[in-house]
């Protein structure tokens, strides 16, 4: 097995004990009928594992697919020629030769999930050539050869809608040339997964876990013959649950950048295979395709990649370039989401986008972060300021990335500004969050506050920005109200680009972009400081990095940090 570089992330930011009720807690403050759903589910489980249960799967099966829906989505050729020799590489860990071969010793559920769901067919596709497609006919057989009989990982409804999806996606390129008895085994095997799926849901399911699951059922009474009952159930609940997962302001409810890519990508490939179906578009899911379209332009950077809010990670520009494409969605990013809490404020060259909302509603928060009134810059398509990011999957820093010290925004007493469960979920977070726009001749300010310290240290926290509109100049201020004697830091987390050094004086850092552009930050009211930071925006590639602190104590009723970040032109390069 081969992992990306790790460091040891607890030196790197202070977490408190890990709570051993959090998994009753995290299922606790789910809604209450989801909550039955995902107790519903987990007591048929039992009967799923019986030696009977497939036998109830049995039926009649197709011939052949009505369609053969097209899947657009580029491989990675090199991935796939790295498969053709037995190496895996999901979610930024590499297997090679994994053993045993659907859930290999040592990785972790998230990891086991993403090998059973195919995705990595498309790799496959990409890389070409008839190795290539035998590898892909022999990996879809053992798997019908190794589980015939359900397991919680291998026929979870996720899972399950995921393989479906990319099953009939990639049959093209490795069943249609395959021969009759392969062919006709595939189609009862996806009949079988089709009747289960259509069983299960919503099993439990929020979110954009409830949208995948539904993807497959979908696809499968698009393209099966004789499945038409299982597309009117997948497309009843799509309408559902569209209503409750795309805000007003058009963001997903889990307010992560890479959950909306990843929920508008299913859209988007819902429709076309409706489309090629001839099967009509619901109007619930045009219009959230319109309606998520330019928020996911908000979450953009210049680089034409994510922000980093919410467990997400950057996501190939190409990817999110070619989501917008297919969206036929246009028109100028969002600049103001006030139902979900993002802000965009740009000038010049300078992009500023800030989180100014409360956390996620309970059932759509398993990706939540304590990360209130932390923001990110970019000059250009260059990055300054980040939060750190996410990494993936089940490994050591599930639990750190999530800290309100991994975000450019305040920690007071070095606590976290909402509590975080381990097993998912925010079962306390900030309950007032307030922000206020104005705008005047290209200058643009926000005043924002959260009380998410007020419950266990009496503190709320205020933070005001102004970025001029030449986009040369972002000023800051951060006000604490509540008692004295209460530690706090104002973190500013660098991308790992980023050049920077300490003045002399103490009072001041230089950055310097990769390009050459030249940054100067001041501040006011606090002790200024660098120290280490991570960044952890591409899977399995963990970097290292700087942050500027700006440390201090709350002396009265109101303590002021004033701070302003303003190019330099002295301090560029010549070119």
């Not at 309408?239 to 890479?258: F, I, T, W």
């Not at 440390?551 to 301090?571: D, I, M, N, P």
């Amino acid at each position: 097995m081969t992992y990306g570089a790790t460091y040891d992330s607890s030196s790197l930011f202070s977490e408190g004990p890990g709570d051993l009720l959090s998994a009753l807690r995290s299922l606790s403050h789910l809604p209450r009928d989801q909550v039955l759903a995902r107790l519903g589910y987990t007591i048929k489980r039992p009967l799923f594992s019986t030696p009977f249960y497939p036998l109830t799967l049995a039926g009649r099966a197709p011939t052949a697919l009505y369609i053969s829906p097209t899947d657009p989505w580029p491989g990675d050729a090199e991935a796939g020629a790295a498969i053709v020799q037995g190496s895996f590489t999901l979610l930024g860990v590499t297997v090679r030769r994994p053993m045993p071969l659907w859930a290999p010793v040592g990785m972790g559920r998230r990891w086991c999930e993403e090998m059973n769901s195919f995705s990595w067919l498309r790799d496959l596709r990409a890389a070409g050539g008839d190795s290539a497609r035998r590898t892909a006919r022999h990996m879809v057989g053992a798997w019908m050869d190794g589980n015939r009989r359900w397991s919680p990982l291998t026929w979870g409804p996720v899972v399950t809608g995921r393989r479906l999806a990319n099953w009939l996606g990639q049959y093209d390129f490795f069943a249609a040339s395959a021969d009759v008895e392969f062919r006709h085994r595939l189609l009862r095997e996806m009949m079988r997964q089709d009747r289960h799926l259509s069983r299960v849901l919503p099993a439990g399911l929020s979110g954009s876990d409830a949208i995948a699951a539904t993807k497959g059922l979908i696809y499968a009474g698009v393209c099966l013959p004789g499945a038409d009952a299982a597309r009117e159930r997948g497309l009843a609940f799509l309408e559902n649950e569209l209503p409750r997962q795309v805000l007003a302001d058009g963001c997903h409810a889990e307010r992560s950048p890479a959950r909306h890519l990843r929920v508008l990508r299913d859209l988007i490939d819902i429709r076309a295979t409706l489309v090629s179906g001839d099967v009509e578009v619901p109007p619930q899911l045009q219009s959230a395709i319109e309606q998520m379209t330019p928020m996911l332009r908000l979450f953009q950077h210049g680089d034409g990649a994510l922000a980093l809010f919410n467990d997400s990670g950057e996501s190939a520009d190409w990817q999110v370039d070619m989501v917008l494409q297919r969206s036929s969605g246009r028109g100028r990013p969002l600049t103001s989401a006030p139902v979900s809490g993002f802000q965009r404020l740009h000038a010049g060259r300078t992009l500023v986008i800030v989180d100014t909302g409360l956390p996620p509603k309970p059932g759509f928060d398993s990706a939540a972060h304590a990360g209130t009134l932390s923001f990110e810059m970019s000059v250009g398509r260059e990055r300054l300021i980040v939060n750190c990011g996410a990494q993936p999957g089940d490994g050591e820093w599930r639990t750190v990335q999530r800290a309100t010290a991994a975000h450019s925004t305040a920690v007071v007493a070095e606590t976290n500004s909402a509590h975080i469960l381990p097993a998912g979920g925010v079962d306390r977070g900030p309950e007032a969050v307030t922000c206020r726009r104005d705008e005047a001749d290209g200058n643009i300010w926000l005043d924002m506050s959260h009380d998410g310290y007020r419950p266990n240290l009496q503190v709320i926290h205020h933070r005001r920005l102004y970025l001029a509109a030449s986009g040369d100049d972002l000023r800051g201020e951060d006000r604490f109200e509540g008692p004295p004697g209460k530690d706090f830091k104002l973190r500013f987390h660098l991308h790992p680009s980023v050049k920077v050094s300490l003045t002399t004086s103490g009072d001041a850092v230089l950055l310097r972009l990769p390009k050459g552009d030249g940054w100067r930050l001041r501040a006011k009211g606090a002790v200024m400081h660098l120290d280490h930071s991570v960044y952890l925006g591409q899977p399995g590639v963990v970097r290292r990095g700087q942050q500027v602190v700006l440390s201090g104590t709350t002396s009265g009723e109101t303590t002021t940090v004033k701070w302003a970040l303003k190019r330099e032109a002295k301090l560029r390069k010549k070119r």
